[in-house]
């Protein structure tokens, strides 16, 4: 079945340490986008490719970074820069074409500072 | 101002209530409209697009207002599982491609 795979589910950090998101995606689409959402809170953009080797940051980018060395995947790495890294971590992935085009989630990463 | 206001609620309804959500964008030039529902602890699915002439699918309609820059989400005959967070999704223009910018998300609670 085609899809979203985010890994892993749930993730302990210890301050000062960076970690990886995993984020696959086996539908061919072009776009992918990494999203934070906090309690109450809605989706705020991290970062955003529209193709291989390109990506942008988006509207809460600092203290995160990510690379796009294969259409299939986007991971997304949390730095100690981040001030307030626990959150919920979603990637999503669209075609990138045309106007009407919805977004496709995974399910998501539970990241904890400890 | 946000690019996506929602109010958050919650609506609280009695199961068979009909309910409606507004949400205003702030971007006049954006083209396309959706409406995502989110559980808790899980991640957004798309309930509808929302096209101009306004559409449904059961007892879901959605309607959209360029005029006004506001889409709406009426729910008929509520169920239990019709409780969760509502988010409007508007794709903003992003140089050749457009990003889906978010709502906080409108909470219902059916109760029996």
């Known amino acids: 079945d085609g899809g979203i795979t985010q890994s892993p589910k749930y993730l302990f950090r210890k301050e000062g340490q960076n970690v990886t998101l995993s984020c696959e995606q086996n539908l061919n689409h072009d776009a992918m986008y990494w999203y934070r959402q906090d309690p109450g809170q809605g989706l705020r953009l991290i970062y955003y490719s529209q193709i291989v080797n390109d990506f942008q940051k988006g509207d809460i980018a600092e203290g995160y970074s990510v690379s796009r060395e294969k259409k299939e995947s986007f991971p997304l790495t949390v730095t100690s820069a981040q001030k307030n890294p626990t959150a919920f971590y979603l990637c999503?992935?669209?075609?990138?074409?045309?106007?009407?085009?919805?977004?496709?989630f995974g399910q998501g990463t539970r990241l904890t500072v400890v | 101002r946000k690019e996506v206001e929602q109010d958050p609620g919650p609506f609280n309804v009695p199961e068979g209530a009909t309910v409606a959500f507004n949400c205003t964008y702030s971007n006049s030039a954006s083209q396309s409209f959706f409406w995502y529902r989110q559980d808790c602890r899980k991640e957004p699915k798309l309930l509808m697009s929302?096209?101009?002439s306004g559409n449904e699918d059961g007892r879901f309609t959605a309607q959209l207002n360029r005029a006004s820059q506001y889409i709406s989400l009426l729910i008929r005959d509520s169920k239990l599982s019709d409780s969760a967070t509502y988010l409007c999704v508007v794709n903003k223009r992003a140089g050749g491609s457009y990003i889906p910018t978010f709502g906080r998300g409108t909470s219902l609670i059916v109760h029996p």
């Open positions: 999503a992935s669209s075609t990138g074409q045309g106007t009407n085009t919805e977004a496709f």
């Open positions: 929302v096209y101009s």
